[in-house]
């Protein structure tokens, strides 16, 4: 975006979404389990300090990659069994301006935001519009830190199990509030949740398939239920419950990140018309800014669009080392070759 900003002469303030007029937009509601936005601790071009409405200090520097997550009030089993969430129907979660802190305290602390159902319906005449909800885990780590969940479950597992499912609750509480407040207007949901690293899980498979795959079940049930698609966002290689992912409900998967091994076309190869898919395209290979390797990099992914099933995305977050013109570049081979029937030329391949 800040390249956008700078070194085009493309509309400001800019849309990706209007701008390229992409399928579909997701739009995240306030999901904090405590509804007080985020405090500013301390905000100077060089380092960004804030508390969130989940009791982390997250730290930004101008010179970090990622975010610091620097202290969490909730630590201990005591604190874990004592923690309140604020009532996932709560109005000000969808009709109150938000602080996004999901995807906050990156680039920009993301403030005032409008509210969701502003957002959703300043765009549902013209896109397919997504809402969001995370899983437990993606949560859990928000409310602790990744280290000491991880660390507590290898201790204690009941005990960690035990607020998995408090999570659960509140988590399909966000999914019905939500869908609710939007009116029929949303078609889907994304579940935001990493479970793995570019190696394979965090935790064991089956300590997943009993204590995180009830409750995303429940999540998926609950916009099933309302007639409404979900797309699991996981980061990493979760491959080992792929197959447990599709048996709790999850429609498609996303972002296939390409390098932790994972290949959209031997995934559709596997998985056939049972599963759909989200993402892929390698970053690494955008941010390359050869045209004759996006090409060949597009081209060849879209053969996973062979009998439907596929929604071209990257794999990642756009790196900043990617050309504005590289991104659009993308784009146009997309509206070009992305229709039935398919004629990829050199790049066709047999999907079965």
Not at 181 to 206: E, Q, V
Not at 256 to 282: C, M, Q, T, Y
Request: proline share 5%; glycine share 8%.
């Amino acid at each position: 975006m800040r390249r956008v900003e700078t070194e085009t002469d493309w509309e400001k303030p800019f849309d990706p979404y209007r701008h390229w007029d992409l399928d579909f937009v997701v739009l995240v509601p306030n999901m904090d389990p405590r509804i007080t936005g985020l405090a500013i601790l301390q905000d100077t071009p060089e380092r960004k300090v804030v508390k969130t409405g989940f009791g982390a200090t997250i730290e930004r520097r101008s010179h970090y990659p990622m975010p610091l997550y620097a202290d969490f009030e909730t630590k201990t089993y005591a604190q874990m069994a004592a923690f309140r969430f604020d009532d996932p129907l709560d109005d000000r979660r969808y009709l109150a301006a938000i602080d996004d802190q999901i995807n906050s305290v990156g680039d920009a602390l993301n403030l005032g935001l409008p509210s969701f159902i502003e957002r959703v319906n300043a765009y549902a005449d013209d896109f397919c519009v997504f809402g969001s909800v995370c899983e437990p885990h993606e949560m859990i780590w928000r409310i602790m830190g990744t280290e000491n969940v991880l660390t507590k479950i290898a201790e204690e597992p009941g005990k960690v199990a035990a607020f998995i499912e408090r999570l659960g609750d509140f988590l399909v509480g966000i999914v019905e509030g939500q869908i609710a407040a939007a009116k029929g207007r949303l078609s889907g949901l994304y579940i935001w949740g990493d479970i793995a690293y570019d190696r394979g899980m965090f935790f064991s498979p089956d300590y997943w398939r009993s204590v995180y795959k009830p409750q995303l079940k429940r999540i998926c049930s609950a916009i099933h239920d309302a007639g409404l698609k979900t797309i699991y966002h996981g980061c990493g290689n979760a491959s080992a419950v792929f197959e447990d992912l599709i048996e709790a409900g999850v429609d498609a998967y996303n972002p296939l990140e390409a390098k932790s091994g994972l290949d959209v076309i031997a995934l559709k190869r596997r998985f056939g018309r049972r599963w759909a898919f989200n993402g892929n395209i390698d970053v690494r290979v955008l941010a390359t800014n050869d045209r004759e390797a996006i090409r060949r990099e597009v081209l060849t992914k879209l053969n996973a669009a062979k009998g439907g099933g596929y929604i071209v995305q990257s794999d990642h977050s756009v790196p900043d080392n990617v050309d504005p013109a590289s991104y659009d570049y993308m784009i146009q081979l997309v509206r070009e070759f992305g229709r039935y029937p398919l004629e990829l030329g050199e790049f066709d391949q047999e999907i079965g």
